[in-house]
């Protein structure tokens, strides 16, 4: 079947640089996709979400961008601080109906 | 808003043993969905209700698995008889009924079967 999948498991950063979390999905017919922060011993906390037919959506220090022609989305984390460390999941989800996750990322923001 | 309050925060039961998870959604959303996370699978979608009516329960793993929302405000997760395997955190999430509409996630409730 169809389902969201993660490139990198774990990510490295430098406080105050900038951070990418990639993610791939596979079905197409996708319209809606939302990023998530979960840190340890919580919920996953919305982030920021892009409709399908936008490719570029900017929120405070994050920007996400939507390639549809390869499946692909991205969440970019500008100057990135300790309290961005968490695992980060991309969702999709069609036509208003259930939501699916992908395998999540590790941010470690190192000091 | 106190938003989605999940009961027990934490379960510890033996395995044979009849497990009750509870979640209020937040008042006002008609969708609730229930998950299971774990380090081998991630975040799985179980089963998730549309005003109160179960849509898509293909991802309850197996028949000890059942679960029900008699109301708008309340929705349980039974597990009957429990196994060690079931042992993950379950998180309830909630959402408006409005076209493409975000999640919003309980704290969960961290299973241990032992």
């Known amino acids: 079947g169809e389902s969201v999948g993660l490139h990198l498991p774990t990510l490295s950063v430098q406080e105050g640089d900038n951070s990418i979390i990639n993610c791939a999905y596979s079905n197409s017919a996708s319209d809606y996709f939302i990023w998530y922060k979960q840190e340890s011993g919580k919920g996953p906390q919305f982030i920021i979400d892009?409709?399908?037919?936008?490719d570029k959506r900017q929120g405070q220090r994050v920007t996400v961008l939507l390639n549809k022609t390869v499946k692909h989305l991205s969440l970019q984390i500008a100057a990135t601080q300790p309290g961005d460390s968490a695992v980060y999941f991309c969702a999709e989800s069609f036509a208003n109906n259930d939501m699916r996750f992908g395998a999540g990322t590790r941010l470690t923001v190192k000091p | 808003d106190a938003g989605v309050i999940q009961s027990p925060r934490h379960e510890v039961t033996e395995m044979g043993q009849e497990v009750t998870l509870r979640c209020k959604p937040i008042s006002g959303h008609n969708s609730l969905f229930w998950y299971r996370q774990t380090m081998m699978r991630g975040l799985e979608l179980l089963i998730y209700?549309?005003?109160?009516?179960?849509?898509?329960d293909s991802g309850m793993p197996e028949d000890r698995f059942s679960a029900k929302m008699p109301n708008a405000s309340f929705s349980t997760l039974k597990i009957q008889p429990s196994e060690p395997r079931d042992s993950a955190v379950y998180f309830c999430a909630s959402r408006s009924g409005a076209t493409n509409e975000k999640l919003f996630f309980g704290s969960g409730t961290q299973l241990s079967v032992l």
């Open positions: 209700f549309n005003n109160n009516v179960p849509i898509d």
């Open positions: 892009i409709r399908s037919n936008m």
